[in-house]
């Protein structure tokens, strides 16, 4: 069975400075990894995902997280946070069939 | 498309009354997922459909939970009797044939409320 471990509950970061939330997975087959946001009273949006190939995706608002195989890790980075940036974000993990296994989320502040 | 439509966005009941969440999948979607999110557990999956039927049940919390689908437009999420313990964020996601691999669509979310 997979799991997602999500290492920080709360990130406060200021604006335009880089922020970093960490995720790592345990599963004993092959992974398909995901990150979702939930902005304040929304529901879950699919940021980014991971299924093969490059190791590095990216958003379309500036995010990216990289799958490395050897930490088992997929850690979600921005250069520089927006105050439209806070949220919480959760990372995913799926090995292919229906099921995705959360994390417990980070909830990221962002402060001017 | 609309998204993933559920009603009501929110929801406030009395302990013992019967609740109903209503959700309406992406047309073309074939799995369907009921969660619930609270801040002392997270998001916690209580059904998965696939076709209309129920595969995964097993987290529904107890026989007071109920969730149907009755045809691959509808689902509902019934709780009877409602217990204050039950209040929470309900959220429905549907996603298409693909599965896993394409990651789920949500709902904006049922938030109840049970005094």
């Known amino acids: 069975a997979q799991s997602v471990t999500q290492l920080d509950s709360q990130v406060p970061v200021f604006e335009e400075a880089p922020v970093e939330l960490r995720c790592n997975y345990s599963?004993?087959?092959?992974?398909?990894l995901f990150w979702y946001v939930q902005y304040p009273n929304q529901g879950l949006q699919l940021l980014l995902k991971?299924?093969?190939?490059?190791?590095l995706v990216e958003s379309i608002n500036g995010f990216e997280a990289e799958f490395n195989k050897s930490q088992t890790s997929f850690h979600l980075r921005k250069p520089s946070v927006h105050i439209s940036d806070t949220a919480e974000y959760f990372c995913?993990?799926?090995?292919?069939?229906?099921?995705?296994?959360f994390g417990a989320g980070t909830t990221v502040t962002v402060r001017a | 498309d609309a998204g993933v439509i559920q009603s009501p966005r929110h929801e406030v009941t009395e302990m013992g009354q019967e609740v109903t969440l209503r959700c309406k999948p992406i047309?073309?979607?074939?799995?369907l997922f009921w969660y619930r999110q609270t801040m002392m557990r997270g998001l916690e999956l209580l059904i998965y459909?696939?076709?209309?039927?129920?595969?995964?049940d097993s987290g529904m919390p107890e026989d007071r939970f109920s969730a149907k689908m009755p045809n691959a437009s509808f689902s509902t999420l019934k709780i009877q009797p409602s217990e204050p313990r039950d209040s929470a964020v309900y959220f429905c996601?549907?996603?298409?044939?693909?599965?896993?691999?394409?990651?789920?669509?949500f709902g904006s979310g049922t938030r109840l409320t049970v005094v």
């Open positions: 459909f696939n076709n209309n039927v129920p595969i995964d």
């Open positions: 996601a549907s996603s298409p044939p693909s599965g896993g691999l394409g990651g789920y669509t």
């Open positions: 599963s004993s087959v092959s992974v398909y």
């Open positions: 991971y299924l093969s190939g490059s190791t």
């Open positions: 995913a993990v799926s090995d292919g069939d229906y099921k995705l296994s």
């Open positions: 047309s073309g979607h074939n799995s």
